[in-house]
């Protein structure tokens, strides 16, 4: 919530009117006259009518295909939803004789996607050597996921429904808790309320849950946003000329700040223009935004009113990152002076961390999940067999024994 707040505050000050110096009426008027010109010509759709770039400058925005960063892509309906789920997966790896493994299972945020964790997948399974599996899913009226039935129940984005899916998802790709890998549960923003509502569920299930992390979501300062988001919102563009367009867009509005990641997760984020699309294809259709986020209006409360107490009873270990302008509030601030869970600040970074620098936050995640499962083998008691330096017939007794 961090750079949207920060937006919402500088959108309080007053709007000044426009002023320009007196010696620039006499080029204002003569702008005005070319520019009158232009369109009796027909020049000035000129620019509306040639195919949008791929690049923009030196940079290539052309989008990128999500088998670099993630190994398969499922489709999964679980026999208790109507929705069925576009998942992305990257295994751990099998051979490696540790047991069955962990993943860490991705939610994301309002708007996102999926493959908004394609460039952190990828960085976990580098900086891990491939143990630490990675899972990520478009919930539902995101991405590629579908929900069948009335379009209320598509965009129902209510905590108990999030929730539901969350569990439901699961269960279906994890159907045996006692055989299912350890499941470290991670999620952005809106992603945060579904992933710790559901985590006591799990355990209770027999699931394996090492540790919950939650990034850039505060439940203060995200409450206290709440008022300002419509007008943050507004703000945004309706649509945009192609894809690359929108990747260009969320660059240089700092939106997103690493180009492989915008390039991967944006096209995830839109869907063509039913209204007013190019028939040539290939990318070059106006698009508009997938998820209609003020549509989700009735639900932004119930994301976040008691997410810092979920977060501190999880029964697992806890990590909170956030971006370097995030603040705690009042129960976490306590929470974290008790020593009850791991926060790490990334400075640097927009609201979109997990995009903004993966590599870095794909070292955190790493550390903490090493440091969560490791196994503890704690040396022999003196007198029992195996103690270093003790001969086979040697006998030790117990002060007290006979």
């Not at 520019?35 to 040639?50: F, K, M, S, T």
């Not at 540790?98 to 996102?112: F, R």
């Not at 409360?301 to 270990?317: D, H, Q, T, V």
Request: charged letters at 20%.
């Amino acid at each position: 919530m961090s750079d949207a707040f920060r937006k919402a505050m500088a959108n309080k000050l007053p709007q000044l009117p426009r002023t320009k110096a007196p010696w620039a009426e006499e080029a204002d008027e003569g702008q005005e006259e070319l520019q009158e010109e232009e369109e009796e010509d027909g020049l000035g759709n000129l620019h509306a009518a040639l195919p949008p770039p791929t690049k923009y400058g030196s940079t290539d925005l052309t989008p990128l295909s999500a088998s670099s960063f993630f190994q398969q892509a499922l489709e999964v309906t679980p026999s208790s939803s109507s929705t069925t789920f576009r998942v992305y997966l990257t295994p751990p790896n099998a051979s490696n004789g540790k047991g069955k493994g962990t993943y860490l299972v991705c939610h994301h945020g309002a708007g996102a996607s999926g493959l908004s964790f394609a460039a952190l997948a990828k960085h976990v399974r580098e900086s891990s050597h491939g143990e630490l599996g990675v899972l990520a899913f478009d919930c539902r009226n995101h991405g590629k996921t579908s929900t069948a039935g009335p379009s209320s129940s598509e965009q129902d984005l209510s905590l108990p429904t999030l929730q539901n899916d969350f569990l439901a998802l699961i269960q279906h790709i994890f159907p045996d808790a006692k055989e299912s890998p350890s499941l470290i549960l991670l999620g952005h923003s809106m992603g945060a309320a579904p992933i710790l509502s559901s985590a006591p569920t799990l355990q209770k299930k027999g699931y394996t849950i090492p540790g919950v992390i939650v990034l850039d979501v505060v439940e203060g300062t995200a409450i206290e946003a709440l008022p300002l988001m419509k007008s943050i919102l507004s703000q945004r563009p309706t649509q945009f000329r192609s894809v690359v367009d929108a990747i260009h867009w969320h660059l240089t509005s700092n939106t997103l700040r690493d180009t492989e990641a915008a390039r991967v997760s944006v096209p995830s984020f839109l869907i063509p223009d039913p209204s007013n699309s190019n028939n040539g294809g290939g990318g070059g259709e106006k698009q508009i935004w997938r998820t209609d986020l003020l549509a989700t209006e009735p639900y932004w409360e119930e994301w976040y009113i008691g997410l810092s107490k979920r977060f501190l009873e999880a029964k697992c270990a806890r990590l909170l990152v956030l971006a370097g302008q995030e603040r705690l509030d009042k129960e976490l601030m306590v929470g974290q002076m008790q020593g009850k869970f791991q926060l790490e600040v990334m400075p640097d970074t927009g609201h979109y961390l997990h995009e903004d620098n993966p590599s870095s936050l794909a070292s955190t995640i790493v550390q903490f999940w090493r440091r969560n499962t490791r196994v503890l083998v704690l040396p022999p008691k003196i007198g029992q067999p195996g103690v270093p330096g003790m001969k086979p017939n040697n006998i030790v007794k117990r002060v007290g024994e006979d």
